[in-house]
Nanobody, 126 residues
């Protein structure tokens, strides 16, 4: 089992930045591929970014490329999402997800991941 707890959400103005964190406990964090998803009201949960077990492979949704950066610190069992140049379309509940798999494959669908956090709200004011 893996338990995930997100933090760092909040209210930010358009053009601002936030850094989300996801702390993991349970099974060995370094063996997990990690992902960030988001879900806005009335919309499906969508992939934002993913990172493989050792951080040498990342994947981003087209809508966030060049603005968001995913990273991980295996010594702290934490994955991060640095979000810059935020706009109202980025407002959503952001979820951290994990799958116990190595290699360089990063899933981009919610069903690919086994474990989920409770989410953290990001609000962007115009």
């Amino acid at each position: 089992q893996v338990q995930l707890v997100e933090s760092g959400g909040g209210l930010v103005q358009t053009g601002g930045s936030l850094k989300l964190s996801c702390a993991a406990t349970g099974r060995t964090f370094s063996s997990n591929t990690m992902g960030w998803f988001r879900q806005a009201p009335g919309k499906e949960r969508e992939f934002v970014a993913g990172i493989n077990w050792n951080g040498d492979t990342t994947s981003y949704a087209d809508s966030v490329k060049g603005r968001f950066t995913i990273s991980r610190d295996n010594a702290k069992s934490t994955v991060y999402l640095q979000m810059n140049s935020l706009n109202p379309d980025d407002a959503a509940v952001y979820y951290c997800a994990a799958r116990s798999i190595g290699g360089r494959v990063i899933g981009t669908t919610a069903r690919w991941y086994d474990y989920w956090g409770q989410g953290t709200q990001v609000t962007v004011s115009s």
